[in-house]
């Protein structure tokens, strides 16, 4: 099995700071990609960022120069560093990967998410 475990949520005021983790384990044959996505109160799951196996970058236009994703070189963990934080990035943070977890198969798995809260 597959388990995603993300960290590093949690209540920060405007302008700040914080660094999400994504730690993947289990039957990880081949990472293709992972990414963060955010689910507000009310709204559809969007993806916020995302960074694939040749380390390039996809960045939602609202985070875009706010946010920062990369990957350690084993493509098993994932980090999103968020600055200058905004109300409207107050979400739960969802870690995603697909990844073969055969030569075969492969799949999207999730985290179970972690919240952000960004307020005064």
């Known amino acids: 099995q597959v388990q995603l475990v993300e960290s590093g949520g949690g209540l920060v005021q405007p302008g700040g700071s914080l660094t999400l983790s994504c730690v993947a384990s289990?039957?990880?044959?081949?990472?293709?990609?992972m990414g963060w996505y955010r689910q507000a109160p009310g709204k559809e799951r969007e993806l916020v960022a995302s960074v694939n196996s040749g380390h390039g970058t996809n960045y939602a236009d609202s985070v875009q120069g706010r946010f920062t994703i990369s990957r350690l070189n084993g493509d098993n963990s994932v980090y999103l560093q968020m600055n200058s934080l905004k109300p409207e990035d107050t979400a739960v943070y969802y870690c995603n990967m697909r990844a073969y977890e055969t030569a075969l198969n492969w799949g999207d798995f999730w985290g179970q998410g972690t919240q952000v809260t960004v307020s005064s």
């Open positions: 289990g039957s990880i044959f081949h990472v293709v990609a």
